[in-house]
């Protein structure tokens, strides 16, 4: 993503962040596949696991993890009003500034990666380097998921939420094109599952959910 995209987004969710937490803090709640498909990544990990949630916004994936009480779950993002938001409203869980395409975060160092919706405003280069920046960030026999909007075209929101200069282009995603990239980063393609919208709770768009195996990444050339 070029810098003038890269801060206009981070712009749209600062100026957003209010009425974003406000709007979609317990959306969780009316998404009962979400909340399921959380679960069984939740599943697969070990008690203890740390778990990234990129894109976390203002915290709804990243406390229903937390709530779980079994993982170490630490939000990433890189709109600071949303982080700050976040760590006012939930103030028992760490929550971090990091932009997901150059993360500062360690390699190696985090045993899930879970970003919902966190890259719907990213072209398919971009999701070729975030591919590559999970698969550096996760432990071998690791797990991601993430979701996204399917289609074709990209769309231009203003007033994103109807917040004056909050501006940003969403992209829809072929889902077999984001499979083959993932692939390409080295992932074993665990599950992919599209999903109908919720009518009345969300906007209604087809959508991806994609769960990803890191394996032992020695053997990655083999
Ligand atoms: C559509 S919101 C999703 C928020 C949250 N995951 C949810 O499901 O409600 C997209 C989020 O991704 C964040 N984001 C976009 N690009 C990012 C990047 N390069 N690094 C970190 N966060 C990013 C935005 O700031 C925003 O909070």
């Given at each position: 993503m070029s810098k003038k995209y890269l801060d206009e987004v981070r712009n749209c969710y600062n100026l957003a962040a209010n009425?974003?937490?406000?709007?979609y803090i317990n959306e969780l709640d009316q998404k009962p596949f979400d909340r399921n498909i959380i679960d069984r990544f939740s599943d697969l990990l070990d008690s203890q696991s740390l778990i990234f949630d990129f894109g976390c916004g203002s915290g709804q994936?990243?406390?229903?993890?937390?709530?779980?009480?079994?993982?170490?779950?630490l939000g990433l993002d890189f709109s600071e009003n949303?982080?700050?938001?976040?760590?006012?409203?939930?103030?028992?869980?760490?929550?971090?500034?990091?932009?997901?395409?150059?993360?500062?975060?360690?390699?190696?160092?985090?045993?899930?990666?879970?970003?919902?919706?966190?890259i719907v405003h990213f072209d398919y280069e971009d999701i070729k380097r975030v591919m590559?920046?999970?698969?550096?960030?996760?432990?071998?026999?690791?797990?991601?998921?993430?979701?996204?909007?399917i289609g074709e075209e990209f769309v231009e929101v203003q007033d994103f939420l109807d917040i004056k200069g909050a501006?940003?282009?969403?992209?829809?995603?072929?889902?077999?094109?984001?499979?083959?990239?993932?692939?390409?980063?080295?992932?074993?393609?665990?599950?992919?599952?599209?999903?109908?919208?919720?009518?009345?709770?969300?906007?209604?768009?087809?959508?991806?959910?994609?769960?990803?195996?890191?394996?032992d990444s020695s053997l990655k050339s083999l």
């Open positions: 009425e974003y937490s406000r709007t994936t990243t406390n229903y993890i937390h709530k779980k009480n079994k993982h170490k779950v949303s982080i700050n938001l976040a760590r006012q409203t939930l103030p028992e869980i760490q929550f971090e500034i990091d932009d997901m395409l150059n993360s500062k975060m360690g390699t190696a160092t985090a045993n899930g990666i879970i970003a919902f919706y966190a590559q920046e999970w698969y550096r960030l996760l432990k071998d026999n690791s797990y991601c998921l993430f979701s996204f909007h501006n940003a282009t969403w992209h829809l995603l072929d889902t077999d094109k984001v499979l083959g990239i993932a692939e390409e980063a080295g992932f074993k393609i665990m599950e992919a599952i599209i999903r109908y919208p919720y009518k009345g709770v969300e906007h209604e768009s087809k959508r991806a959910y994609i769960m990803l195996k890191k394996e």
